[in-house]
């Protein structure tokens, strides 16, 4: 794909067409995720993850996954789906995603993990500059790198992706926008695709 960027603000739609399949198809395998993140999906689908679970590469013992346990990202991102479709179920995937990926901050914050890491961080320039920490506790595969923004520029930091995957344009948007939200603050946020799995993210805030 070739590059391109957009902003968006909170209360502004996205309008972006994807092919689930395809992008959960291209999803490393070895990519993974905390456990605890799928189980909030688990809780949120109730009786119907049983209609999912043999789509699953690695489907939990029981409904539990264990919460610092390693599981694939597709998997997670095969529930994300499920569960996007279910609680938004009029708006385009692309915004249902973000709009469910909106929570997972505060899932980590729940953690022992976000427990520690956000008591150093009194406002989101903060918890951003430690964000690259929170996601290496919290997944693997792909890399992301925060970056102060020039002198005199304030409430805002760069963040840079690349090879991330499968939902770059979209999740992502909604995780960074809670991380804005858990301060109390209002999200912009400049987005430049450069391809299918890096991006920078220009994130600021009111």
């Not at 902003?7 to 502004?12: A, E, I, L, N, P």
């Not at 399949?21 to 605890?36: L, N, S």
Request: aromatic content about 10%.
């Amino acid at each position: 794909m070739s590059s391109r960027t957009f902003r968006v603000t909170s209360d502004v739609s996205l309008d972006l067409e994807l092919d689930a399949e395809d992008r959960i198809a291209r999803t490393p395998r070895h990519y993974t995720i905390k456990g605890m993140f799928l189980a909030r999906h688990v809780r949120a689908l109730g009786a119907k993850f049983d209609a999912i679970r043999d789509q699953l590469l690695e489907p939990p013992r029981g409904d539990q996954y264990l919460p610092f346990g390693d599981y694939p990202q597709s998997d997670h991102a095969r529930l994300s789906v499920a569960v996007a479709r279910q609680e938004f179920p009029s708006l385009r995937l692309a915004e249902a995603l973000r709009r469910v990926e909106r929570q997972a901050a505060e899932v980590f914050v729940a953690s022992s993990v976000g427990r520690m890491l956000t008591s150093l961080a009194s406002d989101p320039l903060t918890g951003f500059r430690l964000f690259p920490v929170a996601y290496r506790h919290m997944q693997s595969g792909g890399e992301l790198v925060a970056i102060d923004l020039p002198a005199g520029r304030s409430r805002g930091i760069r963040l840079e992706l690349r090879d991330f995957a499968p939902w770059l344009d979209c999740s992502m948007l909604g995780t960074f926008e809670g991380g804005v939200v858990l301060f109390g603050r209002r999200p912009m946020i400049e987005v430049e695709l450069l391809s299918d799995y890096d991006a920078n993210y220009l994130v600021s805030w009111t």
